[in-house]
């Protein structure tokens, strides 16, 4: 589980995040919605322990992303924005080396590594070096990275941004099953469609605040719209009468 409350973080004179709360449940998806610029990534980052706040907390399964950061990336898996991956190594090894760090050796790293080659159809391209991939390829090696350690807490920066139609589909999936599995899911997307048919709770966030929180249905009804889309454009326009 994933706890948030009142962070700010500042950049100079630019206040990314000014004010935010919520919590994302184990056996969730919880979506972070929010225009270009809204702070969802850099809420993301304090949470994973890239950055920190200036002032409120985080917490992964009850420890303080500040205070405690080895038990925190203990238990949580990464997909950031910027996949980055050694573009001489192998898809393989780039997992086996994420594997290492977290302490896994021997036939119990490679029976996970061969679990995730299935889960995310990696067979073709899995013994091949990086250099070269797709964007599709990338975004596989680098979630395969991420939870190779089988981490409770699983964060995806626009998991889908740049995959064609089928990967979308596949990674959609994916993100389902890692539910079904009782994770923490938390992630962020600016496609509409995704965000409705995959949470179950959306944190709608702008200016670097939460405007509304709540389930697809409860957003729709709090703002009188009939889908999403007019829920969220009307969430960011006003905050007065939403569901908090």
Do not use: W
């Not at 070269?132 to 939870?147: D, E, M, W």
């Not at 409860?218 to 569901?243: H, M, P, Q, S, Y």
Request: charged residues 25%; glycine residues 10%.
């Amino acid at each position: 589980m994933i706890t948030v409350q009142n962070i700010r973080k500042s950049f100079g004179k630019v206040q990314a995040v000014r004010d935010v709360s919520f919590t994302a449940e184990n056996g969730q998806i919880t979506g972070i919605l929010g225009p270009n610029g809204a702070g969802k990534t850099t809420t993301l980052r304090i949470i994973y322990t890239v950055l920190r706040p200036d002032s409120g907390s985080a917490n992964v399964d009850g420890f303080d992303v500040t205070r405690q950061q080895l038990e925190v990336r203990r238990r949580i898996g990464a997909l950031p924005d910027a996949h980055g991956l050694y573009p001489r190594l192998t898809a393989r090894e780039n997992i086996r080396y994420y594997g290492h760090l977290h302490g896994l050796e021997g036939a119990d790293l490679e029976a996970r590594i061969e679990r995730l080659v299935g889960v995310l159809d990696m067979a073709e391209f899995i013994d091949r070096r990086t250099d070269g991939f797709s964007n599709g390829q990338r975004v596989k090696v680098s979630i395969a990275r991420a939870l190779v350690h089988n981490p409770q807490n699983v964060l995806l920066d626009e998991p889908t941004n740049g995959l064609d139609v089928m990967s979308t589909r596949a990674m959609r999936e994916f993100i389902r099953q890692l539910r079904y599995e009782g994770k923490c899911v938390l992630f962020s997307s600016h496609i509409m469609q995704e965000v409705s048919a995959l949470c179950d709770r959306i944190v709608v966030i702008s200016g670097g605040q939460v405007a509304a929180s709540g389930t697809p249905d409860e957003l729709k009804r709090a703002t009188g719209k009939d889908n999403l889309e007019d829920a969220f454009v009307a969430a960011i326009g006003t905050e007065e009468g939403l569901v908090k």
